[in-house]
């Protein structure tokens, strides 16, 4: 069975830094793409960064250049590192697995919330 743990989030003031960790299992992890997923309040889940199983990345204009994903597939783990977050960076933010077949994974999710 496919899990993935979301850890990492918390209360911040504008300008610090969390890194977010993505525990997974159940599944030959260096073979699939992991993605970042952020939700606000009345909005819609959005990309926030992705990792491919070669390690390309990706990233939402928004975060670029402030946020860094990284991948240790010895741990089975994805890291985002967020740095110099501003107050629209709050969300409750998910990690998000797609195999090699396509079937898609999430974490439950971690809060993410930085006061002005």
């Known amino acids: 069975q496919v899990r993935l743990v979301e850890s990492g989030g918390g209360l911040v003031q504008a300008g610090g830094s969390l890194r977010l960790s993505c525990a997974a299992s159940g599944s030959t992890f260096s073979l699939n793409d992991i993605g970042w997923y952020r939700q606000a309040p009345g909005k819609e889940r959005e990309l926030v960064a992705g990792i491919s199983s070669g390690g390309t990345t990706n990233y939402a204009d928004s975060v670029k250049g402030r946020f860094t994903i990284s991948r240790d597939n010895a741990k089975n783990r994805v890291y985002l590192q967020m740095n110099s977050l501003k107050p629209e960076d709050t969300a409750v933010y998910y990690c998000?697995?797609?195999?090699?077949?396509?079937?898609?994974?999430w974490g439950q999710g971690t809060q993410v919330t930085v006061s002005s």
């Open positions: 998000r697995q797609r195999d090699g077949l396509y079937n898609i994974y």
